[in-house]
T-cell receptor, first 113, second 114 residues
Framework: KQEVTQIPAALSVPEGENLVLNCSFT??????LQWFRQDPGKGLTSLLL?????REQTSGRLNASLDKSSGRSTLYIAASQPGDSATYLC????????????FGAGTQVVVTP | NAGVTQTPKFQVLKTGQSMTLQCAQD?????MYWYRQDPGMGLRLIYY???????DKGEVPNGYNVSRLNKREFSLRLESAAPSQTSVYFC?????????????FGSGTRLTVV
């Protein structure tokens, strides 16, 4: 059974610092990995999706890397802003569970002005 | 606005009561899902529907039933609510396009069972 872990559970940084969020998974037979953002009381918004054949994806200040062999993904957010405060979740789709996602518990991020 | 709509947003039930959570999507997606989110545990899949007319159990299906009424609508029913079902419930839909799965989530239903 795929297990997805996110460490740390919470993170606080001053504005302008770079954020580094970690996600690890136990089964390397993945189809893709996604990073989501969740604001309090809201649903999830997809940030980046990395296919299993890719090493990284970038969107603006966000960059996500994937090392399938070691079961790790990292989300980098450059020059953090208070508006980046949210919970970030990673989710894995394994090759035998088409369409279904296995989520980590998330990292709660606070960016202080 | 296009997306996934869930109703209600909040609900308080007494133990043993029943209720149905409604979900509708207007993106013409084939697949729909129900997840629950508990503190410190991430989202867990309750049931899913890969396409209209099919439903399957996910990781935590006990105590729930689902109905894929048509391509747009996927409802979740609690027949006899229990305090352990206190959670935030998310409906989602997805569509596979090539190698990409576009996933869209609703804003959630916060359910408290007392």
């Amino acid at each position: 059974k795929q297990e997805v872990t996110q460490i740390p559970a919470a993170l606080s940084v001053p504005e302008g610092e770079n954020l580094v969020l970690n996600c690890s998974f136990t089964d390397s037979a993945i189809y893709n990995l996604q990073w989501f953002r969740q604001d309090p009381g809201k649903g999830l918004t997809s940030l980046l999706l990395i296919q299993s054949s890719q090493r990284e994806q970038t969107s603006g200040r966000l960059n996500a890397s994937l090392d399938k062999s070691s079961g790790r993904s990292t989300l980098y957010i450059a020059a953090s802003q208070p508006g980046d405060s949210a919970t970030y979740l990673c989710a894995v789709m394994t090759t035998d569970s088409w369409g279904k996602l296995q989520f980590g518990a998330g990292t709660q991020v606070v960016v202080t002005p | 606005n296009a997306g996934v709509t869930q109703t209600p947003k909040f609900q308080v039930l007494k133990t043993g009561q029943s209720m149905t959570l409604q979900c509708a999507q207007d993106m013409n997606h084939n697949s729909m899902y129900w997840y629950r989110q508990d503190p410190g545990m991430g989202l867990r899949l309750i049931y899913y529907s890969a396409s209209e007319g099919t439903t399957d159990k996910g990781e935590v299906p006990n105590g729930y039933n689902v109905s894929r009424l048509n391509k747009r609508e996927f409802s979740l029913r609690l027949e006899s609510a229990a305090p352990s079902q206190t959670s935030v419930y998310f409906c989602a839909s997805s569509q596979r396009t090539g190698q990409n799965y576009g996933y869209t989530f609703g804003s959630g239903t916060r359910l408290t069972v007392v």
